[in-house]
Every structure is written in C-alpha cells, then in structure tokens.
C-alpha cells in the first residue's frame, strides 16, 4: 500500500529545463515510476538526448525544443504532449540558472570599487540591466508562464500538480548572484501565491529548494579551473553544509516523486529545502 502512493503509471509529466543535469534526472525519476516524461529545452538536441536516456532505460519520453519565455511555444508544447501521451498531469518548472555577466566579482562593494575607482571589481553598479534582466527572466518568468500555460491544460483536464525549483537563496540571499537571488524569492512567493489560488481547480504547487549542487550555472563559482580543486566559496559552501558536500542530482529525486504523487496529498504551498542542513546551520 506504501508503495502504491509514489506510483505515477498513467501520469503525463512535463520538466522544462529538462536537458540540464538537474532537470535530466528528474524527468528520469519520474519515468521510473510510471510516468511518461516530456522533456522541454530551449537546446532541441540536450531535450532529445535526455528523452532518449529516459527510452533506453525503459521509460517513455518525447525531447522538445521549447523557449519557456515563449508563450506560443509553450502552447505548441502543451498541444503536442497531449497529441502524443493524451494529457498532463505534472509540471516539474527545472528551467533557470545563474550566469556570469549577472554576477559580481566581489561579496561587498567599498569605495575604491565604486565606478572610476579601481576599474578592476564588478559591484552592483557595473553589472548591465541586460544582463540582469536576463537572469531575472529565465528563473522567474520562465517559471510563471509554464505555469499559466501548461497549468492552464491542467485546470480544463480537472487537476494536476506543479513543482517548482526555488534556492536556498530565496530566504537566505547569497552574496554575487543578486539577479538569481531575486528571482528565486520571486520563484518561492510565487508558489504559495499560486497554492492557493489553483487550490479549487485541484492543482497542488510546491517548490523544491536545493543547496548547493554543481551545475553548469555555477561550476565557475564553486570550483577553480585551474586546479580542479574548490575555490573559496566553494570552501565555504562545504564549511557549512553540516552534510559536508554538495548535493548529487539523485537527491532530488525522493521528494520530488513525494510531491508529485498521492503520498502528498495534502500538501500545496510547501517550499522543501534539499540542501544538506544549510538553511538549519548558523555557522557559529
């Protein structure tokens, strides 16, 4: 009977994003239990060669080139799931990231980093409203209209359940990534606003929180090129991860499978963090 909760034969599930490390191995997960994945990616070949890792392993999944800032798009993705597995059950929102232009070069701004200063920090003052944009696009709006679209074909079907990726950085903002940081604030209120207002449509949205994972969005800032080794904040990260690593992508999958499924029923406006004890650790 246990088991029976975490089942997903006969569920449609959708993970944008889904040709990234993180967004691969949940749309895995979610395969091995029963459901048929369609895998979304703005890079057509990263979304058909998850989808056939997915196939080789037994699953069933479709690999799809999808813009998540590209309503129409997205509608061409919706119709084509439905064409091909029949509906939508979950929508996993995997799609984001950080990027280096976005970022500064220091943890604090002083005065000799001012503009005219010493020319060789990035603050906040040096950083471009492009590029800041950018960030702030891919992780919030790239969240919020998959939601209003795809959860769209969920209400007119009569349910379904959303997954959201927040950060640690939502509650906790980290030094750098001021862009990414807001954005996943955006990502968690934006969860619990949805909650409750597609509560009576019968969709659930939750939000996983991740620690600190190496993807290819923050490698350059947890790990130095040169010497294979940690850099200083990745030294950091490890001091106070009480689990003493980074996460691995199969951490995700437990509580993701847990939030899709009928062993959270009564679960919505959830915000889980998967992050070794950060968020529980002071550091004194």
Request: include cysteine.
């Amino acid at each position: 009977m246990t088991d029976e909760l975490f089942e997903l034969a006969g569920k449609t599930a959708v993970v944008t994003g889904g040709g990234g490390i993180l967004g691969g191995v949940m749309a895995q997960a979610l395969a091995a239990r029963g459901a048929a994945v369609a895998i979304l990616d703005i890079r057509e070949a990263a979304a058909v060669a998850a989808a056939g890792r997915v196939t080789a392993a037994g699953g069933r999944a479709i690999g799809l080139a999808c813009d998540v800032l590209d309503e129409a798009a997205l509608a061409r993705a919706a119709a084509r799931v439905t064409q091909e597995f029949g509906g939508l059950d979950i929508l996993v929102n995997a799609a984001g990231g950080n990027a280096p232009a976005a970022t500064t070069s220091k943890e604090m701004a002083g005065p000799d980093d001012l503009l005219g200063g010493s020319g060789t920090a990035r603050t906040i003052f040096d950083l471009e409203v492009a590029d800041l944009r950018r960030v702030l696009d891919l992780n919030l709006l790239g969240t919020l209209l998959p939601c209003r679209v795809l959860g769209g074909e969920m209400a007119r079907r009569g349910g379904g359940t959303i997954v959201n990726i927040s950060s640690m950085t939502a509650s906790r903002p980290l030094t750098k990534v001021a862009a990414y940081s807001v954005a996943k604030a955006g990502v968690s209120n934006l969860t619990a606003w949805l909650a409750a207002h597609l509560a009576p449509l019968h969709i659930r949205v939750n939000a996983i929180a991740p620690g600190f994972f190496l993807t290819d969005q923050n490698r350059f800032l947890l790990t130095d090129e040169r010497t294979g080794g940690l850099t200083a904040r990745g030294q950091a990260v490890i001091a106070h991860t009480p689990l003493g690593r980074f996460g691995a992508p199969q951490d995700l999958a437990g509580v993701l499978i847990w939030l899709v499924s009928g062993a959270s029923s009564f679960v919505t406006g959830a915000i889980i963090p998967v992050d070794g004890g950060f968020s529980a650790y002071s550091g004194v």
